[in-house]
């Protein structure tokens, strides 16, 4: 598999301010790379796709200029959130692809006052 | 959209009982499932994935079933251990697990392993 990190762990913002999550890769060049938003108790949603290189893709009903992403080398990938609000408050978890499956971050709990 | 859902929120069993964790899905164009363990606080864990020429699959304590007649998927965990109390999500794909498939989630079923 494919180890990855994230950093922070754990955020708590003010209402307003801009949140950047850190995506690592720590065996694996990868080119793209995928964000999710998990609320308690449910599921995981992806929300982007990071491609090194070139913009991100959105999902539907995701916002790119809220949730900015940044894949500048194969080995990181940054989400943005900019002005957060309450509602953004959520686990925020990314991925990384190879050839043997999809392997997860340990995932950044954002909440914001 | 199409979906994935699970049959029971919340599963107990007793230390040393087999577990049974069950996954419908309607996407009938679906061929590659896996299963995730997902523990409080953390991100997922892969467990097991099966593509769908497969019909049973097995690993390390654990055997994923599909049976595309109805589209149901399950994971079996032998021996259940303390250790393997989490949420347990099923996930599934269209895109033949190649390397630009997007994976689409279950509900997830939290399971608790009484000692």
């Known amino acids: 598999g494919a180890v990855v990190s994230q950093h922070p762990s754990r955020v708590i913002c003010k209402s307003g301010t801009s949140v950047k999550i850190e995506c690592r890769s720590l065996d694996f060049q990868a080119t793209t790379m995928f964000w999710y938003r998990q609320f308690p108790k449910q599921s995981l949603m992806l929300m982007a796709t990071?491609?090194?290189?070139?913009?991100?893709?959105?999902e539907q009903g995701v916002e790119k200029d809220k949730f900015l992403i940044n894949h500048a080398s194969l080995t990181l990938s940054t989400l943005t959130v900019t002005s957060a609000h309450p509602e953004d408050s959520s686990f925020y978890i990314c991925?990384?692809?190879?050839?043997?499956?999809?392997?997860f971050g340990p995932g950044t709990r954002l909440t914001v006052l | 959209g199409e979906s994935v859902g699970l049959h029971l929120p919340t599963l107990s069993v007793q230390e040393g009982d087999n577990s049974i964790i069950n996954c419908a899905y309607s996407?009938?164009?679906?061929?590659?499932f896996i299963w995730y363990k997902q523990e409080s606080g953390k991100g997922p864990q892969f467990i097991i994935d099966i593509r769908s020429n497969m019909d049973k699959r097995q690993g390390q304590r654990v055997t994923v079933l599909l049976n595309k007649t109805v589209k149901h998927l399950s994971l079996q965990i032998a021996a259940t251990q303390p250790g393997d109390s989490a949420v347990y999500f099923c996930?599934?794909?269209?895109?033949?697990?190649?390397?630009?498939?997007?994976?689409?989630f279950g509900k997830g079923t939290l399971l608790t392993v009484n000692p």
């Open positions: 996407n009938s164009a679906s061929d590659y």
């Open positions: 991925s990384v692809r190879t050839a043997a499956g999809e392997y």
């Open positions: 990071s491609n090194e290189g070139s913009k991100a893709t959105y």
């Open positions: 996930a599934e794909t269209s895109g033949g697990g190649g390397s630009n498939y997007k994976l689409t």
